[in-house]
């Protein structure tokens, strides 16, 4: 099965803040996603402009422009248990998260994240993860591969872990290859979290023994 979603753009869920409503354009329990030549702009959700909770789902960006989006946490992509996402030839860019994710939110993620001819930009979190939180309920090794080739990421932030905040066992491996990583950051001080919209508490300042990606020493424009 295979869902074919064009034009989102302009979707409104509206501010609920209950976990059990969720996204703010599309709620999939199985099958895949593909979004091409479309904007998906201004959207305002919970957990995620689309929600994914499919086994071996898979949800594919191509020619894409997501910007100015707004979700309590996974901005765009709140995936649960889902297999791979890739991002080819898109902008993502000033995206926001009240909690983590400022574009995805992974659960249990058993797959890959490729991100093509793209740029990564402006995309924050209020506490991890300013581009991908992910995260694991067990102690295995997470399969989770993140892949970024001829991309620009660029000014991403977040409490902690500017471009990516990974738990224990969450993510296996980070390739970064032919690309510009720049600006991206960690904002201070840091400060407690706290928000109705959690099922658990959380707090921004979380022990730092996680994969945190994204500190910059000196700011530059993008080339």
Known sequence: MQGTAHGL???VFGACKER????????????????KNSWLTYNVGTWGLLYISGQDSFVHFENM???????VGGTIVYCEVCHDT????TTMKANFADTDGGMLMLENFAGDVLIHNSVIQGNSARSEGGVIYAITSTQK??????HVFNSVIYNNSAANGGFIYAS??????????????QANRVREPCRPLRSPCLD????????????????????????
């Open 168 to 181: 224990f066992h969450a993510m296996r491996l980070l390739n970064l290859t032919s690309s510009v990583f």
């Open 65 to 71: 422009q997501v910007t100015h989006n707004r979700a």
């Open 86 to 89: 890739f991002f080819l030839n």
């Open 9 to 11: 753009a302009q979707v």
């Open 200 to 223: 658990r508490q959380r707090k921004s300042c979380a022990s730092r023994a996680h994969v945190l990606l994204g500190q910059s020493l000196q700011p530059h424009r993008p080339p």
């Open 141 to 146: 090794q997470s399969n989770l591969a993140v």
């Open 20 to 35: 059990s409503k969720v996204g703010a354009g599309l709620v999939l329990s199985a099958g895949d996603v593909v979004l």
